[in-house]
Nanobody
Framework: QVQLVESGGGLVQAGGSLRLSCAAS????????MAWYRQAPGKQRDLVAA???????TYADSVKGRFTVARDNVKNTVYLQMNSLKPEDTAVYYC?????????WGQGTQVTVSS
């Protein structure tokens, strides 16, 4: 059974930091690209960052230099460290991975950045 469980969201002031965690089942985590997406109200869900099993990372231009994605291949957990947060980072953040032809999603965690 595939499980993706996010935690770590909350309310923070602009300029602050948060760290999101996503605990994944081994069946979806092992040797797989793990990704973070976000969706703001009324907007589409967009890729924020992704990390391959070997550690190669990719970031959306809007978060480069502020967010860092990392993974612990022993704990089957992926992290998103978010620094210098801005009000426009406010969204529901989802952990995601694909297996076969299907993309799996966590339940999401709300991040709200106040100005």
């Amino acid at each position: 059974q595939v499980q993706l469980v996010e935690s770590g969201g909350g309310l923070v002031q602009a300029g602050g930091s948060l760290r999101l965690s996503c605990a994944a089942s081994a069946s979806i985590f092992s040797n797989n690209v793990m990704a973070w997406y976000r969706q703001a109200p009324g907007k589409q869900r967009d890729l924020v960052a992704a990390i391959a099993s070997g550690g190669t990372t990719t970031y959306a231009d809007s978060v480069k230099g502020r967010f860092t994605v990392a993974r612990d291949n022993v704990k089957n957990t992926v992290y998103l460290q978010m620094n210098s947060l801005k009000p426009e980072d406010t969204a529901v953040y989802y952990c995601s991975a694909a297996k076969g032809l299907r993309r799996y999603w966590g339940q999401g965690t709300q991040v709200t950045v106040s100005s």
